[in-house]
């Protein structure tokens, strides 16, 4: 079993919508939590991320972690035909290794 | 430079054959980091550096794979004896801090195809 788990879609929604990304993982000393955006044979880049459990918003982009259900959120709202991409939920492992999810595939259609 | 870049960006290679793929990090960046993406999947940790020390190199599938940093600054990731499982895209990320990693900065990637 993965460390971090992440339904790889894909996810198509009208634009407009409000998206929900959702991960788990399993590893209980996971402390940090990042998304990454990843477009087409580009590298991924750093959305947001968050430390232990709570809510933290950056525009549009709103990241969640509940930390006693192991579940990691990211939610998108009005949703626009540039947020399509792969989006990688990670969490950093002894200081200096992310552990990503598989990512999830996300189509906004115009 | 204004980020990471690797080269090249797309490599293919017979079987058996030896790769080496480049990363240029951003200037002034400790650490420096190889990641491996097979299709579909998320990045899979190779191997970590701090300036020319390597100083995890864990996620180095097996002994064929060898990365080096000898100036603390551009790093190379060498494959020997490539096999099709090799084929992947090799991501290169860099940061500033020695410590807690929040921020790391990938590169385009490098493809590379076995055939």
């Known amino acids: 079993q993965k460390e971090v788990e992440q339904d790889p879609g894909p996810l198509s929604v009208p634009e407009g919508a409000i998206v929900s990304l959702n991960c788990t993982y399993s590893n209980s000393a996971f402390q940090y939590f990042m998304w990454y955006r990843q477009y087409s044979r580009k590298g991924p880049e750093l959305l947001m991320y968050t430390y232990s459990s709570g809510n933290k918003e950056d525009g549009r982009f709103t990241a969640q972690v509940d930390k006693s259900s192991k579940y990691i959120s990211l939610f998108i709202r009005d949703s626009q035909p540039s947020d399509s991409a792969t989006y990688l939920c990670?969490?950093?492992?002894?200081?200096?290794?992310?552990?990503f999810g598989q990512g999830t595939r996300l189509t906004i259609n115009p | 430079g204004a980020g990471v870049s690797q080269s090249p960006r797309y490599k293919v290679a017979k079987r058996g054959q030896d790769v080496a793929l480049r990363c240029d990090p951003i200037?002034?960046?400790?650490?420096l980091f190889w990641y491996q993406q097979a299709l579909g999947q998320g990045p899979e940790f190779l191997t970590y550096?701090?300036?020319?020390?390597?100083?995890?190199k864990s996620g180095l599938p097996s002994d064929r794979f060898f990365a080096e940093r000898p100036e603390g600054s551009v790093s190379t990731l060498k494959i020997q004896r490539t096999q099709q499982e090799d084929s992947a895209v090799y991501l290169c990320a860099s940061s500033t801090t020695k410590g807690l990693n929040t921020e790391a900065f990938f590169g385009q990637g490098t493809r590379l195809t076995v055939v």
């Open positions: 200037s002034g960046h400790v650490s």
């Open positions: 550096f701090q300036n020319e020390a390597q100083l995890d």
């Open positions: 990670a969490s950093i492992q002894g200081a200096q290794k992310l552990v």
